[in-house]
């Protein structure tokens, strides 16, 4: 159970790529998209390579606006601003002099960044610890790719499909070899948890798309919000600057 939940925390933080490459655990082979840049794939290749758990899930596919969705993808820190207020999670990301940190509201703290961004991919890694009152803490390494594909939809709506493929590698060779023991039941938590981070997204896009002005509001009123990224968030839903709460719908993309 502790593995689980460190490699739960780890694979979400969050919330890979090796071109010619693949990772294989447990038989099952994940290769990665060749069109992440050699930089990115040499960087995390350590990860990749040598993981104690690597999933691939496909989402169920959802209809909303495509932009909005993006947006909470290049904005983790306004994200978890946006999930926190609608309630659909606990994570925490935040800005330092050093990087972004994270929390992920259940143990796990550390760092995290989006190494790549193309149309339809974005790459993450996040490095952290998940400490226990008790137990020792585990400190370990995420790598998750974001794979999507959108589908022109009604009213400007569009069924956006996507795919979650992760890697995580704990720091301690006996979690490792535990890990690989137990393969079966952490391979089947980790896939459960990329579905509930499709599923993340589409319930907040899906929930701004519906009250674009009602959310803003409530966004607006969190503290700590960047005020840059409010802004850019106001202007993509088209309300003005004034009363927000009396646009309800966004212009179609």
Do not use: C
Not at 137 to 155: E, F, H, M, S, T
């Amino acid at each position: 159970m502790r593995f689980q939940r460190a490699g739960r925390a780890l694979l979400l933080l969050a919330v890979l790529a090796l071109g010619d490459a693949a990772a294989t655990v447990a038989g099952v082979t994940l290769a990665l998209p060749s069109r992440v840049p050699e930089a990115a794939r040499a960087r995390l290749q350590p990860v990749t390579d040598h993981a104690s758990l690597a999933v691939k899930v496909n989402g169920e596919p959802f209809v909303a606006r495509r932009d909005i969705f993006e947006y909470l993808l290049d904005h983790p820190v306004f994200a978890t601003h946006v999930t926190r207020m609608l309630k659909l999670a606990r994570y925490r990301i935040w800005r330092t002099p050093s990087g972004l940190a994270i929390d992920d509201g259940w143990g796990t703290v550390g760092t995290f960044e989006v190494v790549h961004a193309d149309d339809g991919l974005r790459l993450m890694y996040a490095s952290g610890v998940y400490q226990h009152k008790v137990l020792p803490d585990i400190q370990g390494q995420a790598v998750v790719l974001i794979d999507y594909g959108a589908q022109p939809a009604a009213n400007g709506r569009s069924t956006i499909n996507a795919a979650v493929t992760g890697f995580v590698k704990l720091d301690s060779r006996i979690l490792a070899m535990a890990s690989k023991l137990a393969t079966p039941v952490a391979t089947a938590k980790g896939e459960k948890e990329a579905r509930r981070l499709v599923k993340l997204f589409a319930k907040a896009t899906r929930a701004i798309d519906a009250d674009p002005g009602g959310v803003f509001e409530r966004v607006r009123q969190s503290p700590g919000v960047p005020a840059r990224e409010l802004d850019g968030f106001r202007r993509l839903l088209n309300l003005g600057s004034g009363d927000a709460t009396t646009a309800r719908t966004p212009a179609a993309r």
